[in-house]
C-alpha cells in the first residue's frame, strides 16, 4: 500500500507564502496524476490542484493565479507552492492520487491568520 506523508504547513499571515510537499512511497510514482484536496471544518474535502503525469496541471477556480502544484518524479514528490494566501485557504491539506486513492494520509495543516 502506498503511503503518502504531507509536510510544510503552518501558520501564515494573510498574503504570505507556504510550500508543501508530499513524499510518495510508491514505486511508480511519476506514472500517476497526482492531486492536492484540502477541507476546512464543516466543509467537504475539495480538489485544489492536480497534475498528470505528463505535468499537465489544472487548478479550483478559487486557487488560480495563486497556487502551483508541481512534482519530481525522481524524489517522489509532489509540491504545492501556495502565494497571496487568504484565510478562506485555511484547511487542512492532503495529497493522494488524482481521482483520488481511498486511503488519506494525516494531512498537513495550513492557517492564514493575523
Known amino acids: 500500500q502506498v503511503q503518502l506523508v504531507e509536510s510544510g504547513g503552518g501558520l501564515v499571515q494573510p498574503g504570505g507564502s507556504l510550500r508543501l510537499s508530499c513524499a510518495s512511497s510508491?514505486?511508480?510514482?511519476?506514472?500517476?496524476?497526482m492531486g492536492w484536496y484540502r477541507q476546512a471544518p464543516g466543509k467537504q474535502r475539495e480538489l485544489v490542484a492536480a497534475?498528470?503525469?505528463?505535468?499537465?496541471?489544472n487548478y479550483a477556480d478559487s486557487v488560480k493565479g495563486r497556487f502551483t502544484i508541481s512534482r519530481d518524479n525522481a524524489k517522489r514528490t509532489l509540491y504545492l507552492q501556495m502565494n497571496s494566501l487568504k484565510p478562506e485557504d485555511t484547511a487542512a491539506y492532503y495529497c493522494?492520487?488524482?481521482?483520488?486513492?481511498?486511503?488519506w494520509g494525516q494531512g498537513t495543516q495550513v492557517t492564514v491568520s493575523s
Open positions: 493522494n492520487h488524482h481521482p483520488p486513492r481511498p486511503n
Open positions: 497534475i498528470t503525469s505528463g505535468g499537465s496541471t
Open positions: 510508491g514505486s511508480f510514482f511519476g506514472i500517476y496524476g
